[in-house]
Each structure stands twice: as structure tokens, then as C-alpha cells.
């Protein structure tokens, strides 16, 4: 990692940067941080590249997830992976607008902006989120794991969204230069309020996905991509159904669209539980299925941290997960959710079990569980770790603004 860049010029103007074609986790990670920082009183701005190759329907779920808030946002687009015009779009952009610091949340954005900086088209400090990136073996991934590693070693600075993430990419002599903050999420509102529009939310949802019967709703949220392995929540629905004589002990919905989308809905027909688990695509606005739904499950492989997680958490929902990266930093086991070990099979029936037979449990987990986000995982905090991480960087960022 390069030595910190003088101070002199590094005023004002932050930017986060991605690219994407849909909306996820990391997407959402930036946007909001973007949100937080500017309402901070920070001049900040979001760019965001759409990579039109994903396809019209991802990026129009992009669109949508961002909101009509999107003054701040400057969108690019780019149909493939390397682009000389988007490269000097974005050198007049950064110009125009005045950037002096750029966090990247993605390999390609830090590929673009160490571009620009290396080949004096842009005076910029240089910050990279680590978010998790889990690749299939192939030159492709090869060349991602290339580009990472020389811009780890170019960057300014390095902000891991877990502690392990952050061990595993960067080594300890990076000293003040990386730095582990685990993400935040906005309270919609205050526990009791959330309680009391859980039956009417329940109601809504049940409709919405064709449910009947007052079985507990279990739901498993994310990418349909192989890190989140969504083949072990199948198998859990399958056994639950097998223990139950042929009708589960819960309503269980997969929310996400993906690259594994066929694949997974034949592996719930080999498995005989097509009928008992609702594929429901891209789910936009999720305030309903957090406000009416009973548990969250997780069955990845690795993660940074989910922001899935810190949202279920946020609408009093108790989660059963894997231990692995910040998720044992975000849930307590057995005080406001549970872990297990990795791919555990029968560890994760037996937490998911007792939450289904206990309706008192969900509930205090659920309270407690709303109340550990309010007050660890609060947006002011997160803003505040990040623009002293890069003051200690020396790219100075005074708020230049009322917030």
C-alpha cells in the first residue's frame, strides 16, 4: 500500500464509486454511505457505472432500488469491461465536480480510479471497501484477483467491512492504512411501532406471494449466485417437510434474482419442494416482507457483512447464520439471533427449529435484535469511522456544508 498522499489540496469532495448492473449488498452499501455522508454535512457524491451487458432488467432493478433521490448521483454506462471514453467521462466528472477523494467499493471502480491518478488524469486520493469477493476458478478470476492485489497495494486506503475480510487481503504492516468498519443500517422506526403493523404486513405479504395458513415465514434474501448456497436452505426446507409428514412447519420464501435462478428452481423439484418454496425474484421494496415475515435464515459461505442481516435486525427480526465473516459481530447467539457453523446442516435445523416452535423466543430476540442495530450499528457512527480514517489518511475532509 502506497504512503499516504500529502494534505495540501485534499479538501471537500468525496465520491463512492461503483459499478454494477443490478442491486445488492454492495450496492446499497455505497448509496447509503453516500446518503449518511452528505446529510453529514460532507460534499458528497455517488457515481455509479451501469454496466448495460448485465442486462435491462438488472439495471432497471438498480434504478428502481436507488430511488428518486438522486440528485447527488451521476450514472455512467458502459457496455464492456474496459472503456477509454468512460475513463475520460469520469477524469471530467471528478474535474467538474471537484474530487479530491474517491472510495471505491468494487474492483473495477478502484481499477479506474488508480487509472486516472497513476496517469496524472486525475489528482485524487484513493479508498477501497472490501466487500467479499468470492470467484469461480477461470483467467477471468484470475485477472480480478490480479487487479485487487496490485490496487490493494496502490490504494491510499483500506476499509474492510469485516475484521476477517480485512486479514485475509491485507497484511498487518499496512498499520493505520486499513482499518475493519462494519457496516449500518437506518432504524425505519421504533420497535413498538414495527410490532404493531406486523399482522397487517403479514396479511399483505401472504396475499402478495400466494401463502396460506398460520405457519411462521421464514426468508432467505440475496444474490441467487454459489457464495450464498442457497442449495442448504432447500435441503432445510426439504427436511422440514419429511419431519412433517409432507407440509412444512413454515412458509419459506427465496428473495433474489441471479445467475443460478434455473439451477435452483431445479434442485427444489429434485428435492420435491417446489411447491413449498416461493421464488420471488427481485424484490424491490422490502419494507413489507421485513415488517411481516418471522425469521431470517442465511446459508452463505462467506460474507463480509450482510446488509441484509443488519435490515432484518433493523425491523426486529431474529436470524439464524452462519459464524462467518461479520455476522458473530452482529448477532449474539442467543441473545438477539443464533449462528452455526458453516454448511452445517443439522446445527442450522435445530436454531431454525426452536425459533419456529416459539413464537416468545422470535420475539424477545426480535426486540433485542432491533435494539443492537439502534445502537451499534447507527448511520452518525459509521459516517463519523470513515471521514476519521480518511483524515488519518490525510486526505482532509472537512464538512463544508450544513448538515
Not at 458502459?78 to 474535474?95: A, D, H, I, N, Y
Not at 420475539?363 to 459516517?383: I, K, L, P
Amino acid at each position: 500500500m502506497r504512503k499516504a498522499r500529502p494534505t495540501a489540496g485534499m479538501a471537500s469532495s468525496i465520491v463512492h464509486m461503483s459499478f454494477s448492473g443490478d442491486f445488492g449488498g454492495r450496492e446499497k452499501v455505497a448509496a447509503s454511505l453516500h446518503r449518511a455522508t452528505y446529510r453529514a454535512g460532507y460534499d458528497c457524491r455517488l457515481y455509479m457505472v451501469v454496466e448495460e451487458r448485465v442486462g435491462a432488467t438488472g439495471n432497471a432493478n438498480l434504478f428502481r432500488s436507488l430511488g428518486d433521490d438522486t440528485a447527488r448521483m451521476r450514472f455512467f454506462r458502459t457496455g464492456s469491461r474496459f472503456s477509454v471514453r468512460l475513463l475520460m467521462e469520469l477524469r471530467r466528472k471528478l474535474q467538474e465536480d471537484g474530487v479530491r477523494l474517491v472510495h471505491c467499493h468494487c474492483y473495477k471502480s478502484l481499477f479506474y480510479a488508480l487509472l486516472l491518478r497513476e496517469c496524472g488524469l486525475a489528482d485524487i486520493a484513493v479508498v477501497y471497501t472490501l466487500h467479499g469477493l468470492v470467484l469461480r476458478p477461470g483467467w477471468i478470476s484470475s485477472f480480478i484477483r490480479l487487479v485487487q492485489h496490485v490496487g490493494l497495494r496502490l490504494c491510499d486506503g483500506v476499509v474492510g467491512c469485516s475484521e476477517e475480510i480485512l486479514r485475509a487481503h491485507v497484511s498487518d504492516s499496512a498499520g493505520d492504512r486499513a482499518t475493519a468498519i462494519i457496516n449500518a443500517i437506518e432504524c425505519p422506526a421504533e420497535y413498538a411501532d414495527i410490532a404493531a403493523r406486523r399482522a397487517a404486513a403479514r396479511e399483505r405479504l401472504m396475499e402478495r406471494f400466494g401463502l396460506c395458513g398460520n405457519r411462521p415465514v421464514v426468508i432467505n434474501v440475496g444474490r441467487l449466485c454459489p457464495q450464498k448456497n442457497f442449495p442448504l436452505y432447500l435441503r432445510l426446507v426439504a427436511r422440514d417437510v419429511e419431519r412433517n409428514g409432507g407440509e412444512p412447519g413454515a412458509h419459506y420464501l427465496l428473495l433474489g434474482n441471479g445467475a443460478l435462478e434455473t439451477e435452483l428452481k431445479e434442485e427444489a423439484r429434485r428435492l420435491g419442494v417446489e411447491r413449498h418454496v416461493v421464488f420471488t425474484g427481485f424484490v424491490a421494496e422490502m419494507d413489507q416482507v421485513f415488517t411481516g415475515a418471522d425469521l431470517l435464515v442465511q446459508t452463505s459461505i462467506w460474507e463480509g457483512t450482510p446488509m441484509c442481516l443488519l435490515e432484518a435486525q433493523s425491523y426486529g427480526l431474529p436470524a439464524v447464520v452462519p459464524d462467518v465473516g461479520g455476522n458473530g459481530a452482529v448477532v449474539a447467539d442467543g441473545e438477539n439471533g443464533a449462528l452455526y457453523p458453516v454448511g452445517d446442516m443439522d446445527a442450522l435445523a435445530v436454531r431454525v427449529d426452536a425459533y419456529l416452535a416459539d413464537a416468545p423466543l422470535r420475539e424477545r430476540h426480535g426486540q433485542a435484535a432491533h435494539m443492537n442495530v439502534r445502537t451499534r450499528f447507527d448511520m452518525e457512527s459509521w459516517v463519523r469511522r470513515h471521514v476519521d480514517f480518511y483524515n488519518r489518511l490525510g486526505a482532509l475532509v472537512p464538512a463544508g456544508r450544513t448538515a
